[in-house]
């Protein structure tokens, strides 16, 4: 799996941020779900099918493409955590047959153009960055994670509950703290032993 990829690799600062960043980002589309009722918008858009929607879906398939190339990442992992998954599905249907062809369609084509352009990205990122890209890849992975579970599109929250939201952050920031404290333990262990 990728978090094989990272271990065993050097943690500079820089991949340590990588992984950090991704990981804040990943999680907090979950958390933006809350806070900004992604479930009521995705549904009210896919009642109404503005023309809006065709590009929207459009990009949603090029950002799926990317479960195909991206190692231990998953495309429909991401269209859940996004509130995709169910009405794209839900697209199969013999209701509205043309309009959801057309929809289907313009999701395909985001998928393809998606793989041709994550294929070329993966491809230049893993030859000139290789453990940097690891630690990117597998930050947005546990990211992905807390979004699932902090998520409008799969659980129902009531306001006010301001737990579920810093919960998960605070949770987060722990962990990244904590490994980084250990870190530096072992770092300052080891110069203490080079030195002896």
Sequence with gaps: GIA??????????????????????????GVFSVIFDFNKQITNLFSEVPVSLYF?????????????????????????????????????STKNLGQNISLLAAFAAGVIIGFILFSKLMNFLITRFKNGTHHVILGFVIGSIISIFVNSNIFSYEFPKYDIIIGPIVLVIGVVVS??????????KELENAEN
Excluded: C, E, W
């Design 4 to 29: 094989d990829n990272v271990k065993g690799q050097p943690h500079t600062k820089a991949n340590i941020a990588g992984f950090i960043i991704a990981l804040v980002f990943a999680g907090i589309i």
């Design 179 to 188: 490994y980084l404290f250990v870190r530096y333990a072992r770092n300052h």
């Design 56 to 92: 929207i879906i459009f990009a949603v398939g090029i950002f799926a493409a990317a479960g195909l190339i991206v190692p231990g990442f998953s495309g429909s992992m991401l269209l859940l955590v996004i509130g995709f998954y169910q009405p794209i599905l839900n697209l199969i």
